[in-house]
C-alpha cells in the first residue's frame, strides 16, 4: 500500500483564491511527522509546513496551512490567496519516527499546482 | 545562514564510469540525507548519514554508497553507472537531535545524466 497519497495530479487555482492540496498518508507508526514541500522547475525543494503526530492545534506558516486530520490520516495543504510565484510541484512526505527513523522521508508523487491570473 | 550547498549542479557521464557528488549542509546540522528523484520512481531515500556514521538506508544497490566527513559535509558515490541511474540527486540537512526536529532543508540538486 502506498504509504502517501496525493491524488491529485495537477490542480489549477485563481490567482488571490485559495487552494487545497490533498494528501492521506498510511503508517502504523504512533509517532510521525508530515511535511510539505514546494518544488520549482530549477528543482530545489522548499520546505513549506511541519506537522507532528502529537500535535494538537494544525500547523500554520504565512499563507501556508496543515489541515491535519488524525484519525482520517489526511494532512491537507492550504494556501491561501494564491500567488503567480506558487505555480509548482507540491510533495507531500512522511517520517516514521519509530520504523524509520531519523530523517528517512517516504514522498507522495507530488502535485503539480498552476496558478492562473 | 547559507543553505546547502550541492556540487556540482550537472553533470554528464557515461555507462560504466562512476561519480561523486557532494552536500554541505547548513551550518550547524548534523544529520545529511541523500534523495534520488526520477520521472518514473519519484523521489526515493538514499541513506541518512549523521555524526558520521550511517543512520539509515534505503532500498537501493550497493553501488550507491555515501560517507560524511567531521565538519558534517558528505558525498555520495555511484559505482558502475547505468542509464537508469540518471536523476536529480538531491541532500537535505537537519540539526539532526532527536527525530522530530520537523526542521529538514533540501538543496538545489545535481543533476546526473548517463549516456
Known amino acids: 500500500a502506498q504509504k502517501i497519497t496525493q491524488t491529485q495530479p495537477g490542480m489549477f487555482v485563481q490567482e488571490k483564491e485559495a487552494v487545497t492540496l490533498d494528501c492521506t498518508y498510511d503508517?502504523?507508526?504512533?509517532?510521525?511527522?508530515l511535511f510539505w514541500y514546494k518544488q520549482p522547475s530549477s528543482g530545489e525543494m522548499i520546505f513549506l509546513i511541519y506537522q507532528g503526530s502529537y500535535d494538537q492545534q494544525n500547523a500554520t506558516e504565512g499563507r501556508y496551512s496543515l489541515n491535519f486530520q488524525k484519525a482520517r490520516k489526511s494532512a491537507n495543504l492550504v494556501i491561501s490567496a494564491s500567488q503567480l510565484g506558487d505555480s509548482a510541484m507540491y510533495f507531500c512526505a512522511m517520517r516514521e519516527d519509530f520504523t524509520g527513523g531519523g530523517n528517512k522521508l517516504t514522498f507522495g508523487t507530488g502535485t503539480q499546482l498552476k496558478v492562473e491570473l | 545562514k547559507a543553505g546547502v550547498t550541492q556540487t556540482p549542479r550537472y553533470l554528464i557521464k557515461t555507462r560504466g564510469q562512476q561519480v561523486t557528488l557532494s552536500c554541505s549542509p547548513i551550518?550547524?546540522?548534523?544529520?545529511v540525507s541523500w534523495y534520488q528523484q526520477t520521472p518514473g520512481q519519484g523521489l526515493q531515500f538514499l541513506f541518512e548519514y549523521f555524526s558520521e556514521t550511517q543512520r539509515n538506508k534505503g532500498n537501493f544497490p550497493g553501488r550507491f554508497s555515501g560517507r560524511q566527513f567531521s565538519n558534517s559535509r558528505s558525498e555520495m558515490n555511484v559505482s558502475t553507472l547505468e542509464l537508469g541511474d540518471s536523476a536529480l540527486y538531491l541532500c537535505?540537512?537537519?540539526?539532526?537531535?532527536?527525530?522530530?526536529?520537523?526542521?529538514?532543508?533540501f538543496g538545489e540538486g545535481s543533476r546526473l545524466t548517463v549516456l
Open positions: 551550518s550547524g546540522h548534523r544529520s
Open positions: 503508517t502504523s507508526d504512533p509517532s510521525y511527522g
Open positions: 537535505a540537512s537537519s540539526p539532526g537531535e532527536g527525530t522530530n526536529t520537523g526542521e529538514l532543508f
